[in-house]
């Protein structure tokens, strides 16, 4: 089983080369990510965007692109559409969000005619690499999501299970998490949490063994489960996370970004392609980690 990004890369490299489409490309930090990216030999990219502002930052950052193909549209709606169609034609993997605003970029990947849908709920899967508990964990939903109900938190919990199996988590333990181990009446996300182990348990859910409501010391740690009598084959070695709601998930994304010295990557599960939305404070590190994990989804597709 992959515990760090190291391996993640590696098995990028195994699997042979993919293409992203860049949405809106002249961006330094995404420019310098698919660079690396293409240098590594993690994946190929087409550059969509005003070719001349491509260029010049290209120039500025020292970097070569004219091993890159390059699309040019001034216009960022159509950028964005244009990139977005690029992978629904299958001639390229993945798509990653340039310099274009969140909106503008998922109005072109739920495009009805050129775009990604699938009928299912889109959520975003962080993935980190945790030095202190020596293996990669998965978090959802952190950024798409914002009180998800029953429903949606399997259709989560699936997307999430789906990343975690590209990358080769056979067999991903989820653990459903909530401010409490027990299930409370009046704490709707243990409800939710005990419904979708029990769904597990019947075959509704597939692929993966799920657990819940786990507060987030017995997901992470099996002396915090020991200490609370919690007998379970996910409490302290979960791989997945499925937090209640995206304040949760939002403070823990950026507690294990800023405090545990932590790698991370992250892209949107639930598209017909994978979906590389990243924020412009997201490192380059994260950017390129992004890159691999779209490219190991859509191998796995």
Do not use: W
Request: contains cysteine; glycine residues 6%; charged residues 25%.
């Amino acid at each position: 089983m992959i515990k760090s990004f190291d391996e993640v890369l590696e098995k990028v490299r195994s699997n042979g080369i993919k293409k992203v489409a860049v949405a809106v490309a002249q961006d330094e930090p995404v420019l310098e990510a698919v660079y690396e990216a293409k240098k590594l030999g993690i994946a190929d990219a087409v550059l969509v965007g005003d070719k001349d502002k491509i260029l010049y930052c290209a120039k500025t950052l020292n970097i070569d692109v004219s091993d890159f193909e390059i699309i040019h549209e001034s216009n960022n709606q159509a950028a964005a559409l244009k990139a977005v169609e690029l992978v629904s034609s299958k001639k390229a993997d993945m798509v990653m969000k340039g310099l274009v605003d969140t909106a503008t970029f998922l109005r072109a990947v739920l495009d009805k005619e050129k775009g990604l849908r699938t009928g299912k709920i889109l959520s975003h899967v962080a993935v980190f690499d945790v030095p202190a508990l020596q293996r990669i964990i998965l978090v959802s939903d952190a950024a798409m999501n914002i009180a998800p109900d029953l429903m949606t938190k399997k259709q989560i919990l699936e997307n999430a299970v789906q990343v975690a199996k590209a990358i080769g988590i056979d067999t991903p333990k989820v653990a459903v998490v909530a401010a409490v181990e027990v299930v409370n009446p009046d704490m709707q996300p243990t409800l939710d949490a005990a419904a979708l182990s029990k769904m597990n348990d019947r075959g509704q859910i597939k692929g993966c063994i799920v657990d819940g409501p786990l507060a987030i010391d017995n997901a992470l740690s099996e002396e915090a489960a020991k200490h609370k009598g919690i007998v379970s084959i996910v409490a302290g070695k979960s791989d997945v996370i499925l937090v209640p709601n995206i304040e949760t998930g939002n403070v823990m994304y950026k507690t294990l970004t800023y405090t545990s010295n932590s790698k991370n990557g992250g892209i949107l599960s639930g598209a017909a392609a994978p979906v590389i939305l990243t924020s412009r404070a997201d490192s380059n590190e994260s950017k390129l980690y992004s890159i691999a994990l779209a490219s190991l989804v859509a191998a796995n597709k």
